[in-house]
């Protein structure tokens, strides 16, 4: 069903931060060797939920389109994060780069169809958007350096 | 998708609020109706005289030390409530769209708007200054102190129960008045929540008092000598009536009410980014507020530009999502009961009969999200070929009806508006600054949009009105609400 309204797609986003936060737990328990960056991307999803959610409840106001904002499809974002048995650290990366460009787009799409509404939201949503294209260069990185 | 959770899960009795205590009425009984799923919720009372007598009694009781207590002080009780509203936003959010109907978007930017008015009055200590002149004559000084009057009255309205009363009330108290709130009983609950809030943040017993009820306490505030004024949000008769009462028993009044409000589209408008902001305008809140959009006037004699605008426009309200407003997926909730879905049904039915074209028809089954009773939920409907003269071009509807109009140029649009009694929230859709510019001036309206189509004022700004949607001189929010709720001493001094 199409996200149409600023509260689903809040909702939304919280949703794909907690399950990539989840994901980057999961890999810092398999993969020791860099158990410090994934959790650390794991806390930055934290302060990202926070982020989001002070934009949207600081400025939302009925009189600007909150619930006429948005077409997100939700099935463009989702991604599976249950790794095939006997998966290497390499193949983890790979799927972490891909789960990272469908979030990126998801903020993306987000900032530009809520520019509508006060300037914080479209705003959060293109600084983490960022955020996530500099994550998404680090675990390419990683993935460089023969993980 | 999934219903966020109801915060009012037990059908209770509310209390009055009286000298820092809730106490049970002694009136009447009436239920409190979800009207999305048609559940009562709560009990309110119709309160009676006797009881608004001891609330006016608490409040003046109140005054004298509330007025000593100092500007900083007050606005410290206003930051404590602040706070407890943040920390209570998503429910206080909840219960507006439990007992309103609501969607979930709209009842947080209530919520929003409600605490911006007291962040606003928390500034109270500068914003109650007055003035000093020396040396007006020889050795002699003048000044204005600017000083509270005692008790006021503040009487809400069923489609923003909680943020209304936070027009007026943050800034009575914050200039040292005592305030007696009366909730619409079709929605109190939020206001019962607000109180208790307000308990907290330690207001002194008495300062802040909610009374539920009916006219018996409308009545009783209008015509108690213990109340120095009012102020009202409601339908325009009542406005007038409540003008009137106040002039007749000296109270100072604000009181803003109805409005038909006609939104202008030039044909150089910016079509994608119009479009949502006139469902907002029209459809959001169910239709059910002043600043609704009522009037769509397609200006210019392009009939291209009108099919193709009216296609979009008919394409997107018929998209839109009905269902209970905890329902993150929904895009307009029911109207707040079944008299008022009966009320625009009439108007449609007028609509049809007086020669309207019907384009989207709001009435019989409602395709709603969930499994809700269809009892209060209508349909988005638009009507093409209005004239000004027909019901639904002139009265105010309050539901989601959308008249369409043409004229052939600004001139006439300008006209149309003009043509209807209200001046609340005429806004105009262009991307010539030329043509905003000409329609804000000579637009007659107390607020003006120019690519907005809900013209709400932020909590530092005045919520203005002309002709019939607004009686009174001052305005709630902001400056004029703390000039309101202050009255001019002058001293002239000499020391001999």
Known sequence: MELNTASAVVSFAKKLEEDSAKFYEDLSRRYAKDKDVLLSFAKENVKNIVQVERAYYGVITDAIEGCFAFKINPDEYTFKTELAKGASYSDALAKAVEMEEKIIKFYSDAAEQSKSLMADVPRAFVIIAKKRDNRRSMLKSLLGKGA | MAILEEPIKEVSLIKNYINGEWVESKGEIKDVVNPATGKVIARVPISTNDEIEAAVEAAKTAFPDWRRTTPLARSRCLFRLKELLEENFEEVSRIQTQEHGKTIDESRGETRRGIENVEVACGIATLMQGYFSEDIASGIDE??????????????????????????????????????????????????????????????????????????????????????????????????????????????????????????????????GTIPALMTSFFGNTGQRCLSGAVLVIVGEDDGFYNSFMDAVVDTTSKIIIGNGLDESVQMGPLRDKGKKERVLGYIESGIQQGAKLRLDGRGEVKIVGDYPQTCFIGPTIFENVTPDMKIGRDEIFGPVMSVMRAKNLDEAIDMAHSSPFANGHAIFTSSGKTAREFQYRIVSGNVGINVGIVAPMAFFPFSGMRDSFFGVLHTQGREAVRFFTESKVVIQRWL
């Not at chain 2, 006021?152 to 914050?174: C, D, K, Q, R, T």
């Not at chain 2, 109180?195 to 207001?203: I, K, N």
């Not at chain 2, 009374?211 to 008769?237: A, C, D, K, Q, Y």
Request: net charge neutral; glycine share 12%.
């Open chain 2, 143 to 272: 000044y204005l102190i600017p000083t509270p009057l005692g008790v006021f009255g503040i009487i809400g309205p069923f489609n923003f129960p909680f943020m209304i009363p936070l027009w007026s009330a943050p800034y009575a108290v914050a200039t040292g008045n005592c305030v007696i709130i009366k909730p619409s009983s079709e929605d109190p609950l939020s206001q019962r929540r607000l109180a208790e809030l307000v308990d907290e943040a330690g207001f002194p017993p008495g300062v802040w008092n909610v009374v539920n009820g009916g006219r018996t306490v409308v009545s009783g505030m209008l015509e108690h000598p213990g109340i120095v004024g009012i102020t009202f949000v409601g339908s325009t008769p009542t406005a007038k009536y409540i003008y009137k009462m106040c002039g007749e028993t000296g109270k100072r009044v604000i009181a803003q009410c109805g409005a038909k409000n006609f939104m202008l589209i030039m044909p150089d408008c910016n079509v994608a």
